[in-house]
Protein backbone atom coordinates (compact mmCIF):
# COMPACT_ATOMS: atom_id res chain seq x y z
CA UNK A 1 0.00 0.00 0.00
CA UNK A 2 0.87 3.32 -0.58
CA UNK A 3 1.51 6.37 2.18
CA UNK A 4 -1.72 7.54 3.29
CA UNK A 5 -1.76 11.23 2.96
CA UNK A 6 -3.71 13.57 5.57
CA UNK A 7 -3.61 16.88 3.88
CA UNK A 8 -7.02 19.23 3.55
CA UNK A 9 -9.20 19.39 0.60
CA UNK A 10 -7.81 21.24 -2.42
CA UNK A 11 -9.78 23.28 -5.06
CA UNK A 12 -10.66 22.36 -8.21
CA UNK A 13 -10.82 25.88 -9.85
CA UNK A 14 -6.95 26.57 -7.70
CA UNK A 15 -5.86 23.76 -8.84
CA UNK A 16 -6.67 24.24 -12.41
CA UNK A 17 -5.33 27.86 -11.76
CA UNK A 18 -2.38 26.38 -10.83
CA UNK A 19 -2.13 24.29 -13.56
CA UNK A 20 -2.21 27.20 -16.20
CA UNK A 21 0.36 29.22 -13.85
CA UNK A 22 2.72 26.15 -14.03
CA UNK A 23 2.35 26.64 -18.00
CA UNK A 24 3.39 30.12 -17.68
CA UNK A 25 7.23 30.06 -17.84
CA UNK A 26 7.06 27.53 -20.94
CA UNK A 27 4.99 30.04 -22.63
CA UNK A 28 7.12 33.50 -21.57
CA UNK A 29 10.28 31.02 -22.91
CA UNK A 30 9.06 30.37 -25.89
CA UNK A 31 8.56 34.15 -26.69
CA UNK A 32 12.05 34.55 -25.32
CA UNK A 33 13.44 32.17 -27.57
CA UNK A 34 10.84 33.45 -30.53
CA UNK A 35 12.46 37.01 -29.82
CA UNK A 36 16.72 35.84 -29.87
CA UNK A 37 15.34 34.06 -33.37
CA UNK A 38 13.99 37.71 -34.52
CA UNK A 39 16.68 39.81 -33.09
CA UNK A 40 19.33 37.66 -34.50
CA UNK A 41 17.76 37.03 -37.94
CA UNK A 42 17.73 33.38 -37.78
CA UNK A 43 16.22 32.54 -41.08
CA UNK A 44 14.67 29.35 -40.41
CA UNK A 45 13.31 30.14 -36.80
CA UNK A 46 11.47 26.76 -36.56
CA UNK A 47 14.52 24.42 -38.00
CA UNK A 48 16.01 26.49 -35.02
CA UNK A 49 14.08 25.80 -32.67
CA UNK A 50 14.31 22.15 -33.31
CA UNK A 51 17.92 21.48 -32.92
CA UNK A 52 18.64 19.67 -29.87
CA UNK A 53 21.04 21.32 -28.35
CA UNK A 54 18.20 24.50 -28.36
CA UNK A 55 15.88 21.68 -26.95
CA UNK A 56 18.49 20.91 -23.94
CA UNK A 57 18.21 24.41 -23.40
CA UNK A 58 14.69 25.02 -22.81
CA UNK A 59 14.12 21.90 -20.79
CA UNK A 60 16.64 23.37 -18.54
CA UNK A 61 15.37 26.47 -18.01
CA UNK A 62 11.88 25.32 -18.26
CA UNK A 63 12.59 23.21 -15.09
CA UNK A 64 14.61 26.14 -13.50
CA UNK A 65 11.88 28.36 -14.01
CA UNK A 66 9.07 26.29 -13.32
CA UNK A 67 10.13 24.28 -9.95
CA UNK A 68 9.83 27.38 -8.07
CA UNK A 69 6.55 27.87 -8.53
CA UNK A 70 5.83 24.41 -7.22
CA UNK A 71 7.23 25.70 -4.31
CA UNK A 72 5.39 28.29 -3.92
CA UNK A 73 2.31 26.33 -4.72
CA UNK A 74 3.20 24.39 -1.51
CA UNK A 75 4.89 26.74 1.19
CA UNK A 76 1.15 26.63 3.26
CA UNK A 77 1.34 22.59 3.28
CA UNK A 78 1.87 21.00 6.73
CA UNK A 79 4.66 18.82 5.00
CA UNK A 80 5.44 20.11 1.84
CA UNK A 81 8.08 17.35 1.14
CA UNK A 82 5.11 14.97 2.49
CA UNK A 83 2.66 16.41 0.27
CA UNK A 84 4.86 15.93 -3.22
CA UNK A 85 5.70 12.74 -2.22
CA UNK A 86 9.25 13.20 -1.85
CA UNK A 87 9.64 12.17 1.72
CA UNK A 88 10.92 8.78 2.06
CA UNK A 89 13.93 7.84 1.07
CA UNK A 90 14.68 6.18 -2.60
CA UNK A 91 14.72 1.98 -1.49
CA UNK A 92 16.44 0.07 -4.03
CA UNK A 93 14.53 -3.34 -2.54
CA UNK A 94 11.12 -1.57 -2.81
CA UNK A 95 12.19 -0.13 -6.29
CA UNK A 96 13.53 -3.55 -7.63
CA UNK A 97 9.65 -4.74 -8.96
CA UNK A 98 8.93 -1.39 -10.65
CA UNK A 99 12.91 -1.71 -12.38
CA UNK A 100 11.48 -5.53 -13.98
CA UNK A 101 7.82 -4.01 -14.55
CA UNK A 102 9.56 -1.05 -16.55
CA UNK A 103 12.06 -3.32 -18.17
CA UNK A 104 8.86 -5.47 -18.93
CA UNK A 105 7.27 -2.23 -20.05
CA UNK A 106 10.26 -1.04 -22.74
CA UNK A 107 10.79 -4.82 -24.03
CA UNK A 108 6.55 -4.81 -24.92
CA UNK A 109 6.62 -1.13 -26.55
CA UNK A 110 9.95 -2.03 -28.39
CA UNK A 111 8.22 -5.09 -30.06
CA UNK A 112 4.54 -3.10 -30.90
CA UNK A 113 6.81 -0.76 -32.72
CA UNK A 114 8.53 -3.65 -34.18
CA UNK A 115 5.55 -5.60 -35.20
CA UNK A 116 4.07 -2.14 -36.47
CA UNK A 117 7.19 -0.99 -38.34
CA UNK A 118 7.20 2.30 -35.99
CA UNK A 119 10.61 4.34 -36.89
CA UNK A 120 12.26 7.13 -33.92
CA UNK A 121 10.13 9.79 -33.76
CA UNK A 122 11.18 12.56 -36.16
CA UNK A 123 11.76 14.85 -32.75
CA UNK A 124 14.55 12.41 -31.65
CA UNK A 125 16.00 11.68 -35.01
CA UNK A 126 16.07 15.44 -34.83
CA UNK A 127 18.05 15.65 -31.61
CA UNK A 128 20.37 12.90 -32.17
CA UNK A 129 21.29 14.65 -35.64
CA UNK A 130 21.51 18.42 -34.19
CA UNK A 131 22.96 17.97 -30.97
CA UNK A 132 26.46 19.34 -30.75
CA UNK A 133 27.06 18.37 -26.81
CA UNK A 134 25.51 15.04 -25.95
CA UNK A 135 26.62 15.71 -22.36
CA UNK A 136 24.12 18.58 -22.33
CA UNK A 137 21.38 16.44 -24.11
CA UNK A 138 21.64 12.98 -21.62
CA UNK A 139 21.67 15.63 -18.36
CA UNK A 140 18.58 17.21 -19.99
CA UNK A 141 16.49 14.50 -21.20
CA UNK A 142 17.91 11.50 -18.86
CA UNK A 143 18.37 14.07 -15.61
CA UNK A 144 16.82 16.86 -15.41
CA UNK A 145 13.23 16.43 -17.51
CA UNK A 146 12.19 13.17 -15.22
CA UNK A 147 12.58 14.83 -12.17
CA UNK A 148 11.17 18.07 -13.44
CA UNK A 149 8.10 16.44 -14.93
CA UNK A 150 7.39 13.90 -11.79
CA UNK A 151 7.55 16.28 -9.16
CA UNK A 152 5.06 19.00 -11.03
CA UNK A 153 3.14 16.11 -12.59
CA UNK A 154 2.87 12.58 -10.14
CA UNK A 155 4.18 14.99 -7.38
CA UNK A 156 2.70 18.72 -7.10
CA UNK A 157 -0.15 17.77 -8.93
CA UNK A 158 -1.43 14.26 -8.60
CA UNK A 159 -1.88 15.47 -5.02
CA UNK A 160 -3.89 18.53 -5.94
CA UNK A 161 -6.16 16.70 -8.00
CA UNK A 162 -6.22 13.95 -5.58
CA UNK A 163 -7.47 16.00 -3.04
CA UNK A 164 -10.70 17.29 -4.93
CA UNK A 165 -13.70 15.55 -5.91
CA UNK A 166 -11.98 13.76 -8.62
CA UNK A 167 -10.46 11.27 -6.22
CA UNK A 168 -7.36 8.74 -6.79
CA UNK A 169 -8.63 7.76 -9.57
CA UNK A 170 -9.10 10.77 -11.47
CA UNK A 171 -5.71 12.22 -10.79
CA UNK A 172 -4.15 9.55 -12.47
CA UNK A 173 -6.32 9.85 -15.35
CA UNK A 174 -5.85 14.00 -15.58
CA UNK A 175 -2.33 13.85 -15.29
CA UNK A 176 -1.81 11.28 -17.24
CA UNK A 177 -4.09 12.84 -20.49
CA UNK A 178 -1.80 16.33 -19.75
CA UNK A 179 1.27 14.47 -19.42
CA UNK A 180 0.67 13.23 -23.04
CA UNK A 181 -0.85 16.35 -24.57
CA UNK A 182 2.63 18.22 -23.11
CA UNK A 183 4.35 15.73 -25.61
CA UNK A 184 2.85 17.49 -28.80
CA UNK A 185 6.21 16.75 -30.23
CA UNK A 186 5.27 12.98 -31.11
CA UNK A 187 2.01 11.87 -32.65
CA UNK A 188 -0.02 8.57 -33.56
CA UNK A 189 0.87 5.54 -31.57
CA UNK A 190 3.71 7.21 -29.85
CA UNK A 191 1.13 9.34 -28.06
CA UNK A 192 -0.33 6.10 -26.96
CA UNK A 193 3.17 4.93 -25.59
CA UNK A 194 3.34 8.39 -23.81
CA UNK A 195 -0.05 7.96 -22.09
CA UNK A 196 0.97 3.90 -21.45
CA UNK A 197 3.96 5.84 -20.18
CA UNK A 198 2.11 8.22 -17.56
CA UNK A 199 -0.12 5.74 -16.34
CA UNK A 200 2.54 3.37 -15.38
CA UNK A 201 4.24 6.25 -13.64
CA UNK A 202 1.05 7.23 -11.89
CA UNK A 203 0.09 3.75 -10.44
CA UNK A 204 3.81 3.59 -9.35
CA UNK A 205 2.85 6.72 -7.39
CA UNK A 206 -0.04 5.72 -5.79
CA UNK A 207 1.18 1.98 -4.83
CA UNK A 208 4.42 3.43 -3.03
CA UNK A 209 3.55 7.01 -2.32
CA UNK A 210 7.09 7.77 -3.20
CA UNK A 211 7.70 10.40 -6.06
CA UNK A 212 11.35 9.03 -6.31
CA UNK A 213 10.65 5.88 -7.61
CA UNK A 214 8.75 7.32 -10.58
CA UNK A 215 11.72 9.55 -10.77
CA UNK A 216 13.40 6.57 -11.28
CA UNK A 217 11.38 4.79 -13.91
CA UNK A 218 10.99 7.71 -15.89
CA UNK A 219 14.85 8.13 -15.79
CA UNK A 220 15.43 4.73 -17.23
CA UNK A 221 12.83 4.95 -19.78
CA UNK A 222 14.38 7.91 -21.20
CA UNK A 223 18.24 6.31 -20.76
CA UNK A 224 16.89 3.69 -22.57
CA UNK A 225 15.66 5.98 -25.49
CA UNK A 226 18.96 7.29 -25.59
CA UNK A 227 20.82 4.50 -25.68
CA UNK A 228 19.08 3.18 -28.88
CA UNK A 229 19.07 6.36 -30.62
CA UNK A 230 22.93 6.85 -30.08
CA UNK A 231 24.23 3.44 -29.55
Given at each position: ???????????????????????????????????????????????????GDVICLFTLLM???????????????????????????????????????????????????????????????????TTDYVLLSLLA?????????????????????????????????????????????????????????????????????????????????NAVAMFVLYV
Open positions: MGQQESQQPDSLINTSLWLVILYLPTFLLSIIFGLYAHQNNIADPQAWFADALFTLPIVAVATQNKANRSEYLALSRPFSITEFRPWFLITGGFIATWWLINSLLGVETPQSMQLIYEICVVAPLFEEVVFRGFLFSRFRHTYLGQSGALLFTSVIFTMIHGQYQGIELLMIFSLAVLLGVCRIKTGNVKNCIAIHMLN
